[in-house]
Nanobody, 125 residues
Framework: QVQLVESGGGSVQTGDSLRLSCVIS????????LAWFRQPPAKAREPVAV?????????YYADFAKGRFTISLDNDKNTLFLQMNSLKPDDTSTYYC?????????????????WGRGIQVTVSS
């Protein structure tokens, strides 16, 4: 049973940084799509960033994340990270990590097989 556990969230001020972690356990073989999503208050879940490990690794970001957020994977620690810099109040959300054994279109949340429970990030002005 694949389990994902997020950590690193919290309450910060505008301009601060946070690094979210997602420890992945209970799987064999390789995961081919690893991503972060977020769900702002009273809004739909939206994709943030993805890491495709194949080859040298490929990343994609939502427009709001480009230049501020960085997704990375530590294979030795089975941990997916999301470094978030220059945080804004609009980044206030519950953040989720999600993974799949297949290489899937990263923005389609319905395609992911495994999800973490989410972690709250609150950015105040």
């Amino acid at each position: 049973q694949v389990q994902l556990v997020e950590s690193g969230g919290g309450s910060v001020q505008t301009g601060d940084s946070l690094r979210l972690s997602c420890v992945i356990s209970g799987y064999s073989g390789r995961l081919k799509t690893l991503a972060w999503f977020r769900q702002p208050p009273a809004k739909a879940r939206e994709p943030v960033a993805v890491f495709y490990p194949a080859g040298v690794g490929t990343t994609y970001y939502a427009d709001f994340a480009k230049g501020r957020f960085t997704i990375s994977l530590d294979n030795d620690k089975n941990t997916l990270f999301l470094q978030m810099n220059s945080l804004k109040p609009d980044d206030t959300s519950t953040y989720y990590c999600a993974v799949d054994r297949s290489s899937i279109p990263w923005r389609d949340s319905a395609r992911y097989s495994y999800w973490g429970r989410g972690i709250q990030v609150t950015v105040s002005s």
